[in-house]
């Protein structure tokens, strides 16, 4: 055993996972980008107070938080969120609106770490700020919906609710703490432990011994002002006409305080129910505000990226793509050729790699085999002196030609062109 490895619920991420993972977050940016979103990068540590706010009342802000206090004696805390930097940068910065920004990164959450999930998780998320239409609302989910329909997932289940404009919300947490607090004597204890912090969350509970009096529970329907009604069959109506199936969860509550109207979230199939939601989002119109800016409506998701890539495993799409590379450089003749001949290459924009050290033919010819390279570059002291290189195919065959170095530069082109055409 090492003295030293990863701290728990952390993970290294190594080739080629390191590629999946910055091509997933291409595939997101593309996808939203599209869209007419653009990228923020946020610190990952902020004030603690950017994020108390975010609502004392949830586990992630309460119990799950890195925080500390550093040496000019600020308290700070590694985000565990990137919802509430957004709204932070926004009071800062004041872009004009509609604000359309989307971002990645690692956020951190001191859970209980098991499989999807991590102390460090990574997200790719997107957030609007300044508009209040449902259409938008509409847009963010299709554009979540799109995105792992671009992974190739099919097996994401779409569920949404509406908490309701905050009074609507106010009136159903009320109602609801009187249910529970009537049937204290039936609730789990866990349960009555959540009661006194967020009646809301209640509805989350999985426990069977709930269960009778969650369903017995009031329902949200009944709190909703005619504006969040409206707004709410607006935004089914508008995914139905997308064709984007989803199912009405009016247990959805989400674990962040911040949401007001319309929330969701994208379940995969196949992941251990506690750890499925894929990705996860809301209105907040009123956080900028709580930020100390001016009233401003809010919406936005985030998505797993540890959690999706667990859900494309399970389905067998998006793969760790293979190792590719168009040459590999195997000198002979003490290495300066490699040197040469790889930077040449590389200026000309190909890829090219090459064994060190001086090794053997032998050796080196089974680096390149490794290497994913399309062909092997061979420099042995013949080629030196007539300036040519062997050409040997590592793909199809055993094929080998002799050209000159002249013409080095085309020959792999052509080879690594003919072959990307044939990957695709
Ligand atoms: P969230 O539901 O807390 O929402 O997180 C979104 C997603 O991040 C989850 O669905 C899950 O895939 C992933 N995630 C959360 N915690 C972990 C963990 N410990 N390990 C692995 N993955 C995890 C938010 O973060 C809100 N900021 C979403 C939002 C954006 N609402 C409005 N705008």
Known sequence: MPEFQTSPGMRDVLAPESTRWRRFVQVFADVVEAAGYEQIIPPLLE??????????????????????????????????????????????????????????????????????????FDQVGIEVLGVTDPGL????????????????????????????????????????????????????????????????????????????????????????????????????????????????????????????????????????SAQNALGGGGRYDGLVEDLGGPSTPGIGFALGLDRTLLACDDEGVFGAPARRLDAFVVDTTGGEQAIVVTDTLRRAGLSADRAYEGRSMKSQMKAA???????????????????????????????QVTVSRHDLVDRVRTIASTRSKDHS
């Open 137 to 272: 609302d509409v847009e963010i989910i299709a554009l979540g919906w799109r995105f792992f329909a671009a992974l190739g997932l099919r097996q994401v289940t779409l569920r949404i609710n509406s908490l309701g404009e905050p009074a609507d919300r106010q009136r159903f947490t009320d109602a609801l703490r009187d249910h529970f607090t009537t049937h204290l004597d039936e609730l789990s204890p866990e349960s009555r432990v959540t009661l006194e912090r967020n009646p809301l969350r209640v509805l989350d509970s999985k426990r069977p011994e709930d269960a009778p009096v969650i369903s017995a529970a009031p329902r949200i329907d009944d709190f909703y002002s005619d504006t969040a009604a409206t707004h709410f069959e607006a935004v089914r109506s508008g995914l139905t006409s997308l064709g984007i199936p989803f199912v009405r969860d009016e247990k959805l509550v989400r674990g962040l305080d911040y949401y007001r109207f319309t929330t969701f979230e994208y379940a995969g199939g196949t992941l251990d």
């Open 47 to 120: 004030d603690i107070g950017v994020f108390s706010r975010v609502g004392e009342a949830t586990d992630v802000v309460s119990k799950e938080m890195y925080d500390f206090v550093d040496k000019g004696e600020r308290h700070v805390a590694l985000r565990p969120e990137q919802t509430a930097s957004v709204c932070r940068a926004f009071v800062q910065h004041r872009p004009t609106l509609p604000w359309k920004a989307w971002y990645t990164g690692p956020n951190f959450r001191y859970e209980k770490p098991q499989r999807g999930r991590y102390r460090q």
């Open 369 to 399: 085999d490794r290497s994913g390279a399309e062909v092997a570059i061979i420099i042995g002291p013949d080629e030196l002196a007539s300036e040519s290189v062997v050409l040997r195919d590592l793909r199809g065959g055993a094929d």
